[in-house]
C-alpha cells in the first residue's frame, strides 16, 4: 500500500536538533506508551515530556555510541542470516494526514516493500522472543512504522543476551494499524494540544507533578469531596492490607532463604544467584550532633515543608 510522504533529512542533524524533532509529534517507541504497553513510561510521564514540562529522558553519549553500534551489528547479522541488503533511512518520516505521526525506522530492506528494525535485550527477557512471539510495545512499533511509511511488512532483528541472534517477520496489520492511529489522534490533539492531563497513575513524575502544581494547603479550608473518592478510599485501605500481607509473606520468604544460606555469602539455584552481602555505611548520628556539638547541629538544621497525605476514619 502505497502512501505518500512527508520527511525531514536527518543525515546532517545534531542530536539536539533530532531530539526537539521528536518532541514535535509521536514516534515508533511512543505508541507503546500510549496504548499503555510499555513497562517503564507511563502516558502520563509521555505527556509531560511532549508539553514541554520535564525535559526528555536522555541517556548519556556512551550509551547512545553503543547502541549504534549494537543496531549496526544486529544490522549486519541480519544481511549475513537472511541474505538480504538493507540501507539507512536517513529520514524523519511523518503521516500526511497527521504530521504528529512520526517515524524514524532503522533500516529499509532494498528491493521490497519492507523495514527493519534491530533491537536488543537482556538474557532474562529471553522467553518473550520465543516461537512466533515478539513484546507487545514492539509489534505496536514497526506496525506504527508501517503505517506511516506505507511499507508491507517489517522485520525485527534482536540479538538476546549478546549470544543469540532472532529475527521474525511482521505482516502489515491495517486493523492494529488504524487501533494505534487513532489512540495516538486522540493523546495528540486531546491531551498535548489541549494540555489536558491524562489521567494521573502511580508513576513518580505523576507524584511530582501533583507536588509541584499544588505545593502550598490553604489553610483550614476544607471541602466535601466528590462520593467517588469514597471507593477510591476503599481501594486505598485494601491495598494497604494486601501490601502488609506480601511483605510478610515476602519476609518470610527471604527468611526461609537466609536459613538455607547460613554463612555463606553466595548461593546458586538452576539460573538464579542469590547473595546475602555484609554492607558497611557511614552516617551521621544526629542525637548525638545534638548533644556534643548543640551549636554546629543548629547551623547544619535544613528546614523543609512539604504537605502529608492521610486518611482516617471520622469519629
Known amino acids: 500500500m502505497a502512501m505518500n510522504q512527508n520527511a525531514i533529512h536527518t543525515l546532517n542533524m545534531s542530536r539536539i536538533e533530532w531530539l526537539q524533532e521528536r518532541t514535535k509529534g509521536l514516534g515508533g517507541s511512543d505508541a507503546g506508551v500510549v496504548l499503555g504497553l510499555n513497562k517503564y513510561k507511563t502516558a502520563f510521564e509521555l505527556w509531560l515530556e511532549k508539553t514541554g514540562q520535564v525535559e526528555p529522558q536522555e541517556i548519556d553519549s556512551e550509551a547512545?555510541?553503543?547502541?549504534?553500534?549494537?543496531?549496526?551489528?544486529?544490522?549486519?547479522e541480519f544481511e549475513k542470516r537472511t541474505g538480504k541488503k538493507?540501507?539507512?533511512?536517513?529520514?524523519?518520516f511523518s503521516h500526511p494526514n497527521f504530521p504528529f505521526i512520526?517515524?524514524?525506522v532503522d533500516r529499509m530492506v532494498v528491493g521490497e516493500s519492507a523495514v527493519l528494525e534491530c533491537k536488543t535485550a537482556s538474557a532474562y527477557l529471553?522467553?518473550?522472543?520465543e516461537g512466533d512471539e515478539i513484546?507487545?510495545?514492539?509489534?505496536v512499533q514497526v506496525q506504527h512504522y508501517l503505517?506511516?511509511?506505507g511499507k508491507?511488512?517489517?522485520?525485527?532483528?534482536v540479538?538476546?543476551?549478546?549470544?543469540?541472534f532472532v529475527w521474525k517477520e511482521i505482516e502489515r496489520d491495517e486493523e492494529l494499524i488504524n487501533m494505534i492511529f487513532e489512540a495516538e489522534k486522540h493523546f495528540w490533539t486531546y491531551h498535548v494540544e489541549q494540555n489536558i492531563p491524562p489521567e494521573l497513575d502511580g508513576s513518580s513524575a505523576a507524584e511530582q507533578y501533583l507536588k509541584e502544581k499544588y505545593a502550598m494547603a490553604e489553610k483550614d479550608k476544607e471541602i466535601v469531596l466528590p462520593s467517588e473518592v469514597k471507593d477510591l478510599i476503599e481501594q486505598y485501605e485494601q491495598i494497604k492490607k494486601d501490601a502488609d500481607l506480601i511483605k510478610k509473606a515476602k519476609t518470610e520468604i527471604e527468611n526461609k532463604i537466609k536459613s538455607e544460606l547460613k554463612e555463606a555469602e553466595k548461593g546458586i539455584v538452576d539460573s538464579f544467584i542469590v547473595t546475602w552481602k555484609n554492607q558497611t555505611q557511614q552516617r551521621v548520628d544526629s542525637k548525638a550532633l545534638k548533644e556534643k556539638f548543640p551549636d554546629i547541629y543548629q547551623q547544619v538544621l535544613k528546614e523543609t515543608s512539604f504537605r502529608k497525605f492521610q486518611i482516617k476514619e471520622a469519629k
Open 64 to 76: 547512545i555510541y553503543w547502541g549504534n553500534e549494537m543496531e549496526n551489528v544486529v544490522a549486519k
Open 147 to 149: 503505517g506511516v511509511t
Open 102 to 104: 512520526k517515524a524514524n
Open 135 to 139: 513484546p507487545a510495545t514492539y509489534l
Open 126 to 129: 529471553s522467553k518473550e522472543w
Open 159 to 164: 540479538l538476546i543476551g549478546g549470544n543469540r
Open 86 to 92: 538493507v540501507r539507512r533511512a536517513n529520514f524523519m
Open 152 to 157: 508491507e511488512k517489517a522485520y525485527i532483528a
